[in-house]
């Protein structure tokens, strides 16, 4: 189980709990708050926490103005896991092949190291304007919501699901086959026409 609680007066921090570990404390990225949204069956957990930074918003009434990232907790360790250019980030949802998705002003997906916007990997006559990414399992299928581009409709908001698209090849071993979905999978999509982007992409 995890989620946020408060250890320390005015500091809720991510936690994992298990029967054997009883409540454990993760920390945070140098702030005083985190929570913990998701944890896959490898007991990795994702979630977002303050770094100690701080930022100006366009609106002071945004404030508190403290700089939070998604981070990834395995092994010990709380990894931060950047950004994609503003000063925020969450990961909502990690699957058992250690792919994250969650959202950094537009929904991401990150993997080997890398965070993408979900939005330059669909094609770009899609027709849809993707919001938020907050589920991915164990086959690289990502929900979220978006808008779809029609301004007679007035851009309607919509649950979408994106299904990774891999090209046919021999049946290669697990590892390889993780990185081609990091790779290629979206990307691949773009090869479709819009009728079968509605099919196999976006729904």
Not at 4 to 12: E, K, L, M
Not at 70 to 87: N, V
Not at 107 to 129: Q, T, V
Request: glycine share 14%; aromatic share 8%.
């Amino acid at each position: 189980m995890v989620g946020s609680t408060q250890f320390q007066p005015g500091q809720n921090h991510p936690f994992l709990y298990s029967r054997s570990g009883g409540l454990q404390d993760l920390g945070t990225l140098g702030g005083k708050e985190g929570i913990a949204f998701a944890i896959n069956n490898l007991g990795q957990v994702v979630g977002s926490a303050d770094t100690g930074a701080t930022f100006e918003p366009d609106d002071p009434k945004e404030c508190p103005c403290n700089v939070s990232h998604a981070f990834l907790y395995s092994g010990g360790t709380l990894q931060d896991l950047g950004t994609l250019g503003g000063p925020n980030s969450e990961a909502t949802d990690i699957n058992d092949f250690g792919q994250i998705v969650g959202n950094a002003g537009s929904p991401f997906f990150y993997s080997d190291g890398k965070m993408s916007n979900l939005n330059d990997l669909i094609p770009a006559n899609s027709g849809w304007l993707l919001g938020s990414a907050d589920g991915i399992n164990n086959s690289g299928q990502i929900v979220g919501t978006g808008t779809i581009q029609d301004p007679e409709r007035n851009y309607p908001v919509h649950a979408f699901l994106l299904t990774p698209v891999l090209e046919p090849t021999s049946v290669p071993e697990p590892s390889i086959i993780l990185g081609s979905l990091t790779a290629s999978a979206f990307i691949v999509l773009g090869k479709k026409s819009k009728q079968q982007d509605k099919a196999k992409g976006i729904v």
